[in-house]
């Protein structure tokens, strides 16, 4: 089993920064492929972004490309999601996701999620 904790959301400008973290505990964290996903009240969970387990790859729909970084620290089992020129469209609840895939359509283990709320 590996337990994941998302933090960093909140409220921020359109135009802003946040920073999401997600830290995992139990089973070996620096073998799996992580990600991010989001869903916007009334919509269905949608990809965000993915990061191989050595960070060697990443992946991005295209909403988020050049606005969003994925990253990884395998020392501290964290992952992070950097957003950077926020628009009210991404405001939604973030899930970290742990052991996707090789499509990154199957996701193993789920966060319980943080909210990003993005005003105009």
């Known amino acids: 089993q590996v337990q994941l904790a998302e933090s960093g959301g909140g409220l921020v400008q359109a135009g802003g920064s946040l920073r999401l973290s997600c830290a995992a505990s139990g089973r070996t964290f620096s073998g799996y492929t992580m990600g991010w996903f989001r869903q916007a009240p009334g919509q269905e969970r949608e990809f965000v972004a993915a990061?191989?387990?050595?960070?060697?790859?990443?992946y991005y729909a295209d909403s988020v490309k050049g606005r969003f970084t994925i990253s990884r620290d395998n020392a501290k089992n964290t992952v992070y999601l950097q957003m950077n020129s926020v628009k009210p469209d991404d405001t939604a609840v973030y899930y970290c996701?742990?052991?996707?895939?090789?499509?990154?359509?199957?996701?193993?283990?789920w966060g319980q999620g943080t909210q990003v709320t993005v005003s105009s």
């Open positions: 990061i191989s387990w050595n960070g060697g790859r990443t």
């Open positions: 996701a742990a052991d996707l895939s090789p499509n990154l359509r199957v996701v193993q283990y």
